[in-house]
């Protein structure tokens, strides 16, 4: 069983930057594909960012590409989310899931994560 916890979240204003973590339990994270999403009150849940066994390929939500990166810091089994110039319409709660492959994440069909407690982001104007 992989347990995924997310952190990193807060309260920031417009322009300003956060990492989000995703950390990993119970097996090697990079046997996985992983992914962030989010969800606002309201809406519908989001992608975010996707990055493959080996890191070297990324996806993004249009709404996260050329402000946000993710990556792996595997010495921390954990997925990182960095967010740059973030907007107040960035303002969600953030999950990370974990998946067998690239289809996977991006239909969601999750093994792991993609709900729960998640981490909030709050971005004022």
């Known amino acids: 069983q992989v347990q995924l916890k997310e952190s990193g979240g807060g309260l920031v204003q417009a322009g300003g930057s956060l990492t989000l973590s995703c950390a990993a339990s119970?097996?090697?994270?990079?046997?996985?594909?992983a992914g962030w999403f989010r969800q606002a009150p309201g809406k519908e849940r989001e992608f975010v960012a996707a990055?493959?066994?080996?890191?070297?390929?990324?996806d993004y939500g249009d709404t996260a590409k050329g402000r946000f990166t993710i990556s792996r810091d595997n010495a921390k089994n954990a997925v990182l989310l960095q967010m740059n110039g973030l907007k107040p319409e960035d303002t969600a709660v953030y999950h990370c899931?974990?998946?067998?492959?690239?289809?996977?994440?991006?239909?969601?069909?999750?093994?792991?994560?993609?709900w729960g407690q998640g981490t909030q982001v709050t971005v004022s104007a």
């Open positions: 119970g097996r090697t994270f990079t046997d996985y594909y």
């Open positions: 899931a974990a998946a067998p492959d690239h289809r996977a994440i991006r239909s969601e069909n999750f093994q792991y994560g993609g």
């Open positions: 990055i493959g066994w080996s890191g070297a390929v990324t």
